[in-house]
């Protein structure tokens, strides 16, 4: 787990593009939480990536608007990138594109906000109706892989 902890901070970052041409959604966020389907903190389907409060929260691949609006009190804006890809954004403080609004990689979906009481932007990744590892597009792996962690 610490491999990935430290290859993630080295990729976050970089300055906002990975090697692979995708967009890190937040700069700089370290990893507050990992994917964690299973295990100690199963149930959580994605990553969540520390950001102060209001940092622009950028679309990690292009795509079409699939959903902008609140689920469950939480403001969240998804990205559906085709071949059954989608890209969810959540714990916003606001959003700047609604449903059915194409987005470049990169173009501003809103501000990140506070997710269980941390400054943090949740990512998640969603291949078909499978959450996936979101540090698998973060990391240029591919979503249809299996998490990239070391075993601890």
Same mark, same amino acid.
């Given at each position: 787990m610490r491999y990935v902890?430290?290859?993630?901070?080295?990729?976050?970052?970089?300055?906002?593009?990975g090697s692979?041409?995708?967009?890190?959604?937040?700069?700089?966020?370290? /990893?507050? #939480?990992?994917?964690?389907p299973v295990g100690r903190y199963a149930g959580h389907w994605g990553v969540d990536l520390a950001a102060p409060i209001g940092t622009p929260v950028r679309a990690v691949l292009s795509g079409t608007v699939s959903f902008s609006g609140t689920v469950a009190?939480?403001?969240t804006v998804t990205v559906d990138h085709g071949r059954g890809l989608r890209t969810s954004y959540s714990y916003l403080?606001?959003?700047? /594109?609604? #449903?059915?609004?194409?987005?470049?990689?990169?173009?501003i979906l809103g501000e990140s906000?506070?997710?269980?009481?941390?400054?943090?932007?949740?990512?998640?990744?969603?291949?078909?109706?499978?959450?996936r590892d979101?540090?698998?597009?973060?990391?240029?792996g591919s979503a249809l892989s299996v998490r990239p962690y070391l075993a601890p």
């Amino acid at each position: 787990m610490r491999y990935v902890v430290i290859v993630a901070a080295l990729l976050l970052s970089s300055g906002g593009y990975g090697s692979c041409g995708q967009v890190i959604p937040v700069p700089g966020g370290d /990893v507050a #939480r990992t994917y964690a389907p299973v295990g100690r903190y199963a149930g959580h389907w994605g990553v969540d990536l520390a950001a102060p409060i209001g940092t622009p929260v950028r679309a990690v691949l292009s795509g079409t608007v699939s959903f902008s609006g609140t689920v469950a009190g939480v403001m969240t804006v998804t990205v559906d990138h085709g071949r059954g890809l989608r890209t969810s954004y959540s714990y916003l403080t606001s959003r700047a /594109v609604g #449903r059915g609004d194409v987005v470049a990689a990169g173009a501003i979906l809103g501000e990140s906000g506070v997710d269980r009481s941390v400054a943090a932007l949740h990512l998640s990744l969603r291949l078909g109706g499978q959450y996936r590892d979101p540090m698998r597009i973060l990391l240029c792996g591919s979503a249809l892989s299996v998490r990239p962690y070391l075993a601890p």
